[in-house]
């Protein structure tokens, strides 16, 4: 449906809980951006206009930079490095051997 209506081909989805994640209203929400092959000059620069955009002017607010490599320069994580990961946030929800605070048990 939102691809047919917006003629994109993909979306990125943003959610914003809290202040520093660019929450603009008391409550938590989601943006469903759609996308379109070439639709940035660099994919990343989706994120530059979205920081940017306001819905009015006197809203608009002083840019921080984020240092962003380009595309050919960005590293694949491996597979250790996300196993690694994986292994943290097991730990953080104490569901590092599906014990009685594991997520899964709730």
């Known amino acids: 449906m939102l691809k047919q209506q917006y003629s994109a081909t993909a979306f990125n989805v943003a959610v914003q809980d809290g202040k520093a994640a660019g929450q603009s209203v008391p409550h938590v929400h989601v943006h469903i951006l759609p996308r379109k092959s070439g639709d940035f000059e660099r994919n990343d620069d989706v994120?530059?206009?979205?920081?940017?955009?306001?819905?009015?002017?006197d809203m608009v607010k002083e840019r921080t930079n984020i240092d962003v490599p380009d595309d050919k320069d960005r590293v694949d994580r491996t597979m250790e490095m996300m196993a690694e990961e994986?292994?943290?946030?097991?730990?953080?929800?104490?569901?590092?051997?599906?014990?009685?605070?594991?997520?899964a048990k709730l």
């Not at 994120?47 to 002017?57: C, F, G, K, Q, T």
């Not at 104490?94 to 997520?103: L, V």
């Open 47 to 57: 994120y530059d206009a979205l920081e940017d955009w306001a819905p009015r002017v």
């Open 86 to 103: 994986a292994a943290m946030y097991r730990r953080l929800l104490g569901d590092e051997e599906n014990g009685e605070d594991s997520p």
